[in-house]
């Protein structure tokens, strides 16, 4: 979606009918400028309704000082940027202003025109990169509603569905389980830009990704010299998620030391920097999730259980795609769609042939499999319709997934004779010997598989 900035409301407030026309003509030389001039305090404050994005504001008015001025325009929006232009040329003055939020302080003299077109130039475009940035959060918002983020129809997601709904209205900390590529990640955020939080920051740890003499910093943060390399202050991951939300991903793959110190910043909801004395406090929510059953984990000793109870919260076990019935179909149209958006092609569609080929496999790599999955085959086809020999899978769980498929004996019976033969270069007797059977049951078998080419 293009931002499309909205014209620029300008406030000029001078009794100077000299300086009241020169500040006019240079905020007018925009014609996406709208000007309005007051020659005293009074008026300018009464049309603050209007809402100006800039104010120039001349130090020196007839009816009160420029100092009162700025004070009561942030006191009725601490956002709109007031630009005080005056004749005095105090340096305590200048910096009095500044302490009291005013934008810029500009002296009248023979530059006057140049640095108030540049710092109008200034406030603009931190208006308009506010306003983008804004913008960028509310299509981030509405990407990760539940009904555009989670797409499925099947009774294991509906049933998350709930979980996540009664999740959003409050504050309790999620746990997320689920195998490798089930979604963990985008549900911690469909949770995060679903809640009052959504307007502050949401923050993915990767435990797993990180060094483990690196965790603690990254979490914690540093102060300067507080190790080899630490050059400067550095913020953790829990600072830069206050008021938002912070999002532990593999969870499970922390160091049990570190789990300790974790467990204290959870408790008492404050961290001390590496290297340093200063206890910082934060309010942050806590999304955690693995793939492992943290359970068993604590069982055997590699996690604390006193941890695993705090961590708990909602539990929200996200099921496999095998699981999910019809889901894959949606899904894969769901990706088909935003990978033709993406690369400038013709919608691409699935053959009934696809479908079928699409649902009778497990997919041990989830939904992050059938991605890569769909969009190889949508580059790979011909005509925009992808049929069943355009669908690779390339699973590193081929072997043994024989289960996870609907077929008839007969089919798992072939299926089975079919892998042994392509694995012991049609040797029949070795796959006879392999498979306890008769190598005449093999020949048979074979025989039956031609039949039905």
Sequence with gaps: MEYIPDPVKIFVVEDDPVYLKLVQYVAE????????????????IDHLHENPSIITLDYSLPDTTGEQILKKIKAYNPDIHVI???????????????????????TKDNETKDRLLNTLNNAKKQDSLKEEISVLKEEIGQKY???????????????IFKLLTKAVKTNITVSITGETGTGKEVVAKS???????????????NIAAIPENLIESELFGHEKG????????????????????????????????????????????????IGGNEVVKFE???IVATHRNLAEEVKAGNFREDLYYRLLGIPVELPPLRERDKDTLLIAEHFLSSFSKENKMSKVKLSKEAQNKLLKYSFPGNVRELKSVVELAAVMCDDNTILDEDITFNSLQKEGQFLFEE????????KIIRHFLSKYDNNVLKVADKLDIGKSSIYRYIKEMEEEL
């Design 29 to 44: 030389l925009n014609p996406d400028h709208v000007v309005k001039t007051f020659t005293n305090g009074k008026d300018c």
């Design 84 to 106: 005080v232009v005056s004749s005095q040329e105090s340096i305590n003055t200048a910096v009095e202003l500044l302490k009291y939020g005013a934008y810029d302080y500009i």
């Design 145 to 159: 509603e539940f009904d555009n983020s989670i797409i499925g129809e099947s009774a294991a997601i509906q049933r």
């Design 191 to 205: 949770i995060h830009y679903n809640s009052d939080r959504k307007k502050k920051p949401f923050v993915a740890v």
């Design 226 to 273: 507080a190790f080899t390399g630490a050059v400067a202050r550095r913020k953790g991951k829990f600072e830069e998620a206050d008021g938002g939300t912070i999002f532990l991903d593999e969870i499970g793959e922390m160091d049990i030391n570190l789990q300790a110190k974790l467990l204290r910043a959870l408790q008492e909801r404050e961290i001390t920097r």
């Design 284 to 286: 942050t929510r806590v």
């Design 407 to 414: 077929m008839t004996l007969r089919d798992y019976t072939f």
